[in-house]
């Protein structure tokens, strides 16, 4: 293990302005997105929307792009690999390596994520193919009940098993534990889950004797469910997301990189720049947006030769926006005059 290299690239992750694109979502969720935008889903339709987006000046803005397998596999239409694209932008190409969620035995409602076996072979053939770090995503529900501690461990447990996987081939591990905002529960009910969630995390990754100065985090924001009767401020959601923040992460960690979690564009950029104006934080603070930052370009791009030009603007505009909230440099009008 490289863990001077694996240092470089943690922080380059969560460089100043920057954060991290994530666009590795498998061909059924591209499906589920393209549908609503009446794109037929395909290979090539899926590249092309890729491409789009790697050959955008947004990209100047944007550390890292987590990949889906079919797409550090892909060329663009004149035979350039998309991940020398990617790497001709000045950012680095990334890897979702896990295999999705399935139902977790006698835990009704919760999920274990898979895609263990065999994943340090992987791990060894993406490095080849470029990637230099990987992500893996744990999900874990808020309901009645639940979540419970067997769910919490199996997952922090398996987090930290990849994240040393990476490691041991000189890979970056994105740390990723998403307390979902589903459901009805209020702010403080997810700061407790959240707060919960993360020291087991970093119980497991102490036990796996995991290297905290090459890994980023990309967790939840502190935020009421979607259906609860009391939401919350931006100010209320960056003061107790930081408080749970710094109980819960050591400050050996180089990155926080959230991720949006069904939030709107503008909420979660709104919400990255007040976490960041407080200041003083251990940590860099920055963005690992999927639908915060693809939506509005899948949008305007429909699917149309015609409007790759617009959806690129799009792209690099809230690519833009969530550099500056990276910074605690956001300001509402600049929304606005986009």
């Not at 060329?75 to 001709?88: F, R, S, Y």
């Not at 993406?126 to 199996?154: E, H």
Request: hydrophobic share 45%.
């Amino acid at each position: 293990m490289d863990l001077a290299e694996l240092n470089r690239v943690a922080k380059a992750l969560v460089a100043p302005g920057k954060g991290v694109l994530a666009a590795d979502e498998s061909a059924g969720t591209v499906k589920k997105r393209f549908d609503v935008i009446g794109v037929e889903c395909t290979e090539d339709t899926r590249r092309d929307y890729r491409e789009l987006l790697f050959r955008s000046r947004g990209m100047a803005n944007i550390s890292g792009v987590i990949l889906f397998d079919e797409t550090i596999r892909q060329k663009a239409k004149d035979g350039t690999p998309l991940v020398k694209i990617i790497e001709a932008a000045g950012t680095l190409p990334g890897i979702k390596v896990d295999k999705g969620v399935k139902p977790l035995p006698f835990c009704p409602g919760e999920v274990i994520t898979e895609g263990l076996d065999g994943l340090g072979e992987r791990l060894a053939e993406y490095r080849g193919l470029g990637a230099k770090f990987a992500k893996w995503r744990a999900v874990i529900d808020i309901g009645a009940g639940i979540p419970s501690y067997a769910c919490v461990n199996a997952n922090a447990h398996a987090l930290a098993r990849y994240a040393a996987l990476c490691q041991s081939e000189d890979i970056v591990p994105i740390v990723e534990p998403e307390v979902l905002m589903d459901g009805e529960h209020d702010i403080d009910r997810c700061a407790d889950v959240t707060e919960f969630v993360l020291k087991t995390v970093y119980e497991q990754l102490y036990y796996a004797r995991v290297k905290l100065e090459g890994t980023v985090l990309k967790p939840n924001m502190v935020v009421p469910g979607k259906k609860s009767a009391k939401q919350a401020s931006v100010a209320e959601v960056a003061e107790k997301t930081l408080r749970v923040l710094k109980e819960c992460v050591p400050a050996a960690v180089p990155g926080v990189a959230f991720l949006s979690g069904g939030q709107s564009d503008v909420d979660a950029t709104a919400r990255l720049d007040a976490i960041n104006k407080s200041g003083g934080l251990p940590w860099k603070v920055s963005f690992s947006f999927s639908r915060a930052l693809q939506a509005a370009p899948q949008k305007a791009w429909s699917g149309r030769l015609e409007n790759v030009a617009a959806a690129q603007a799009v792209f690099a505009h809230r690519a833009r926006m969530n550099g500056l909230a990276s910074l605690g440099e956001w300001k509402p009008e600049l929304e606005q005059a986009a």
